[in-house]
């Protein structure tokens, strides 16, 4: 396993749509090992593979709870050309962050259900019900296999606000 560097705003590479995984393979396993390391490492409960710049329709997660002694108990969970197939009326809303925009945290109204369709790290298929935190994860981490980030939700003010930070962040960083 290996820690992986993740892009940033404003790279381009976050706007590029990830492509299907066509089988799972022992890179793809590795993939996913790496990128569930790099995730406990940034920390993060959620990442795409595109911000470790692999184009590729796999999310790792992890919603790891306290258990009755208030140790945390992880669960680590693979998601591969995951869909949503349905979503409900109902909305509800978020903070949330997000590893290739660090320090930058903004609430995102988001379907408070959804219905989701992925493959296993074993190539079985699943369909599931994810609401709360689980739902606002991974349609966050889906957005992002479509090029989608969630500064894309908020107004245009705070939107571009955004962008002028991360730009002159990276045009200082280049030197």
Not at 36 to 55: H, N, R, S, W
Not at 100 to 120: C, G, H, K, L, N
Not at 122 to 128: A, I, N, P, Q, T
């Amino acid at each position: 396993m290996a820690i992986r560097e993740i892009i940033i705003l404003p790279d381009k590479q976050l706007r590029l749509v990830s492509k299907p995984v066509e089988k799972v393979t022992t890179e793809i396993r590795k993939l996913a090992d790496d990128m569930f390391e790099t995730m406990y490492d940034a920390p993060g409960i959620g990442l795409a593979a595109i911000q470790v710049a692999e184009p590729l329709r796999l999310i790792t997660m992890d919603l790891a709870k306290k258990d009755e002694n208030g140790e945390t108990k992880p669960k680590p969970r693979v998601f591969i050309n995951p869909e949503i197939i349905s979503a409900s009326e109902e909305l509800s809303v978020y903070e949330e962050g997000c590893l290739s925009i660090p320090e930058y945290y903004e609430e995102v109204e988001r379907p408070a259900r959804v219905r989701i369709r992925f493959t296993d790290l074993d190539g079985k298929v699943h369909e599931e019900d994810a609401d709360g935190l689980f739902a606002t994860c991974i349609q966050h981490e889906i957005d992002h296999l479509n090029g989608v980030l969630f500064v894309d939700y908020l107004s245009k003010l705070k939107r571009d606000r955004v962008m002028k930070k991360f730009m002159k962040a990276a045009k200082r960083a280049a030197g």
